[in-house]
């Protein structure tokens, strides 16, 4: 019976105790017949007492503590002490510590802990990770007698046990003897899984390498992780306004730095058909980011990432900077998002190198800058994904140009059928950024295939002051090019990729051509030519007036100067040199021309 320490020790029979054992803080009064028939070591230490009357003795690293001691002096009485879930790896351990073994007693408390652990736990996967937890309390004992290893193989023996059990079961149900009837519903594979969330790190690390290398399916590691990852990192993952870089605790956020790092080291090889999928990706990163893990950590989670990237939504790309390491104050990592795409084009070609030999022919790097590449409907997803991101990230005012122009950048020509989505973003960057060089202007333009652009976006972009006026021209150079086509039925489509029917044909009113009749398609057409001429005119119109404000800058600025007297006197003189040898030149002509404007002559009908 357990007793304070500062309580009187109180026997536990009637008869006066003759030990007293000290076990942390609490005391027992014993008899020291029962504990040494049972236990050898309580023999060994009186045996080895100088004092052969010693009646106190101290035993302060008990497994378990005080409560396991309890429990084991009980079964030393002859008590009845019932096994559970929570108390068996306790009383093994507390077994092995005061040495309760068949030595010393028949079916001693030791071997009563090794049959309730193979009739009830091993069997069991839930059972066998709830003792487990229990462990965690009982190092170094529990891994001293093995029992922690034992458990973790039990896990991954009956996972794929019950894995290859489900698997036969869907055979069964796919082909069906004849004598089968009233095929039961299948048994769920992943109820387990949760359970594991109650392990520590390092247990849950154990756990999985085991049922990995047992040859437990990458879909279901990938479920575990999830499940874990969502109850670990205490709403990091599931809560994205949380990962906004800071972390009111030192250590919970190294405790979520473990974590992340634990969890990226353990999940199935990158593959572009990865079971992971992309939203848990995004949100391990974005924790990774918030943690300031390790850039090995980062740069493996942005390498999965890039390899799925045709899975991606634009909430999975928005990802937030490091309060912490953002010195521009820009709201989204650009840099992270530049390193994903370009995983995703295999640009890195350190990474291609070294992932080559773990890739199948169907997983081989594509050539992405040939249009009949065959993952071109991935790039053009992706071509789409980098426009709707450009339009998010160009509304933040503290983006350097030089970032968003490198993103701009990136993809080849034939990722985009249609520019209308990265003029967007332009125009969005150029109204949030008006002070933005014209250098930085004219290369961001660039960027834009004029002869992508849909009419609507044409029509905008002539009109948009914001642009440089070269872009405007070619602009509307480019649709004037492309009506005169229409107007010709079509022929010589070059533009809007129309060789070899690759891409719709699209007709001047935009419409399809078989929706509207030939006349009617021809008056549009003509129409809206007469508007493109109009435009060319405003835009003439506009240089000829930049030109002669240049003109009058000069004349203003010869007329302030001193010498101008001067040279507006010689200036009269050589005119007037000028026309006396105009004169001159007239007369010797002959005598039909003698005056410098000759008279006209009256013609008669004859």
Known sequence: MALDVHDTPRPISDVSSDLTIEVGASSFALHKFPLVSRSGRIRKILLEAKDSKVSRISLPSVPGGAEAFELAAKFCYGINVEFTLSNVAMLKCVAHFLEMTEEFSEKNLETRAEVYLKETVLPNISNTISVLHRCETLIPTSEEISLVSRLINAIANNACKEQLTTG???????????????????????????????????????????????????????????????????????????????????????????????????????????????????????????????????????????????????????????????????????????????????????????????????????????????????????????????????????????????????????????????????????????????????????????????????????????????????????????????????????????????????????????AISPRDNYASVRRENRELKLEVARMRMRLTDLEKDHVNMKQELVRSHPANKLFKSLTKKLSKLNALFRINSIKLNGSESRFPFPKRRRHSVS
């Open 168 to 514: 036969l079961q869907k055979l069964d149900h796919n082909f069906p003897s004849k004598t089968t009837t009233n095929m039961e519903p299948e048994t769920p594979t992943e109820w387990w899984g949760k359970s594991l969330n109650v392990l520590s790190l390092d247990f849950f690390q154990r756990v999985l390498s085991a049922v990995k290398s047992k040859g437990l399916k990458q879909d279901m590691i990938s479920k575990i992780l999830i499940n874990y990852a969502h109850n670990s990192l205490q709403g990091i993952v599931r809560d994205h306004h949380a990962v906004k870089g800071c972390f009111p605790d030192l250590e919970l956020q190294k405790k979520q730095r473990v974590i992340v790092e634990a969890i990226s080291g353990l999940l199935p090889t990158q593959s572009r058909k990865s079971p992971v999928p992309m939203a848990f990706l995004s949100s391990l990163l974005k924790a990774a980011i918030a943690a300031s893990t390790s850039t090995s950590c980062r740069s493996d989670l942005e390498r999965r990432i890039g390899l799925q990237l045709d899975q991606a939504i634009l909430e999975d790309i928005l990802i937030p900077t490091n309060s912490h390491q953002n010195t521009h104050g820009t709201i989204y990592d650009t840099d992270s998002i530049l390193r994903i795409f370009s995983n995703f084009l295999n640009l890195d070609e350190e990474d291609e190198e070294d992932n080559s030999h773990l890739r199948d022919e169907s997983e081989m790097v594509y050539d992405f800058d040939s249009p009949g590449s065959p993952k071109q409907s991935s790039i053009l997803k992706v071509s789409k994904l980098m426009d709707n991101y450009l339009a998010e990230v160009a509304l933040d005012p503290n983006l350097l140009p030089s970032k968003f122009i490198s993103l701009a950048e990136l993809l080849p020509d034939h990722a985009r059928i249609v520019s209308d989505g990265l003029y967007r973003a332009v125009d969005i960057f150029l109204k949030v950024h008006p002070n933005i060089k014209d250098s930085e202007r004219y290369r961001l333009c660039k960027t834009i295939d004029c002869q992508k652009l849909s009419q609507e976006a044409c029509s905008h972009a002539a009109q948009n002051e914001r642009l440089p006026v070269q872009m405007a021209v070619q602009v509307l150079y480019f649709e004037q090019i492309r009506l005169r086509n229409a107007m010709n039925g079509g022929h010589n489509q070059f533009f809007f990729g129309g060789m070899n029917g690759q891409f719709p044909q699209r007709s001047g009113s935009g419409a399809g051509s078989g």
